[in-house]
């Protein structure tokens, strides 16, 4: 029987792929940083992790759905229960504005840690109100609109604490992570909501984005093997 159509398309495949790299990527650093976290209980590190687990997950649902709509090409089934859509909506919005606002946590966290509440319940009641209000009255720009200005401040912050950190090798490279990490998302906001925003050229977007990624992967876990050979060291 021959492939259907899309199949062949060479944007899907890419993103299909794109979104089983990225989303296994994110996994990977998870449970990496969660090993130093564990050693170290440096709340910057823990925040810096469960942002890539909200990745991960918005990735895996990213990946899932394109899965949902294939079986549904290849079984002819063509529309799903509303419901259904308004929860998948919902979930990828709430795990997008997770990544955000622990990113946020862990940039902030030094500058602003006597504000800062101990807990993070309140970010995920954020997360909830604001993914309902963009759903339920159809503004997707809310989500663009609040994630670009979060982003644009926290490359201001870490560029401002990179100019005051290179002396220290381990706290810069995650402040270049960091750096990379937002811009990939500032890449990403707009493919999550608007799959066409790219146009013509969100072939090449997504090559470099998962360029991106793949450095950003490198990255952090040659810091993570420095950082773990370090602590081996000085426990001996």
Same mark, same amino acid.
Do not use: W
């Given at each position: 029987?021959?492939?259907?159509?899309?199949?062949?398309?060479?944007?899907?495949?890419?993103?299909?792929?794109?979104?089983?790299?990225?989303?296994?990527?994110?996994?990977?650093?998870?449970?990496?940083?969660?090993?130093?976290?564990?050693?170290?209980?440096?709340?910057?590190?823990?925040?810096?992790?469960?942002?890539? @687990? *909200?990745? $991960?997950?918005?990735?895996? +649902?990213? =990946?899932?759905?394109? !899965?949902? #709509?294939? /079986?549904?090409?290849?079984?002819?089934?063509?529309?799903?229960?509303?419901?259904?859509?308004?929860?998948?909506?919902?979930?990828?919005?709430?795990?997008?504005?997770?990544?955000?606002?622990?990113?946020?946590?862990?940039?902030?966290?030094?500058?602003?840690?006597?504000?800062?509440?101990?807990?993070?319940?309140?970010?995920?009641?954020?997360?909830?109100?604001?993914?309902?209000?963009?759903?339920?009255?159809?503004?997707?720009? @809310? *989500?663009? $609109?609040?994630?670009?200005? +979060?982003? =644009?401040?926290?490359? !201001?912050? #870490?560029? /401002?604490?990179?100019?005051?950190?290179?002396?220290?090798?381990?706290?810069?490279?995650?402040?270049?992570?960091?750096?990379?990490?937002?811009?990939?998302?500032?890449?990403?906001?707009?493919?999550?909501?608007?799959?066409?925003?790219?146009?013509?050229?969100?072939?090449?977007?997504?090559?470099?984005?998962?360029?991106?990624?793949?450095?950003?992967?490198?990255?952090?876990?040659?810091?993570?093997?420095?950082?773990?050979?370090?602590?081996?060291?000085?426990?001996?």
């Amino acid at each position: 029987m021959p492939l259907p159509m899309f199949l062949m398309n060479p944007n899907f495949l890419i993103e299909l792929v794109y979104s089983i790299i990225v989303m296994v990527s994110c996994f990977v650093i998870y449970f990496k940083t969660r090993e130093i976290y564990n050693l170290s209980s440096h709340k910057g590190i823990k925040y810096f992790s469960m942002a890539f @687990l *909200f990745f $991960g997950i918005t990735y895996f +649902l990213r =990946f899932f759905s394109k !899965i949902l #709509v294939l /079986s549904l090409i290849i079984t002819g089934t063509r529309f799903l229960p509303r419901e259904f859509d308004i929860l998948f909506s919902l979930l990828v919005l709430y795990t997008g504005f997770m990544t955000t606002f622990y990113l946020l946590y862990g940039i902030s966290k030094k500058r602003l840690g006597k504000i800062l509440p101990e807990s993070t319940d309140i970010l995920h009641v954020l997360a909830i109100v604001l993914s309902s209000i963009v759903v339920v009255l159809n503004l997707p720009m @809310l *989500f663009i $609109g609040v994630s670009a200005v +979060l982003l =644009f401040y926290m490359l !201001i912050v #870490v560029y /401002s604490d990179y100019s005051n950190s290179k002396k220290n090798i381990t706290q810069s490279g995650f402040l270049i992570v960091y750096f990379l990490l937002i811009l990939f998302l500032m890449l990403n906001i707009f493919d999550i909501l608007i799959p066409d925003f790219f146009g013509a050229i969100q072939t090449t977007i997504l090559i470099i984005s998962l360029s991106l990624f793949l450095l950003i992967m490198y990255k952090v876990l040659k810091i993570l093997s420095v950082e773990s050979n370090g602590r081996k060291k000085k426990q001996a």
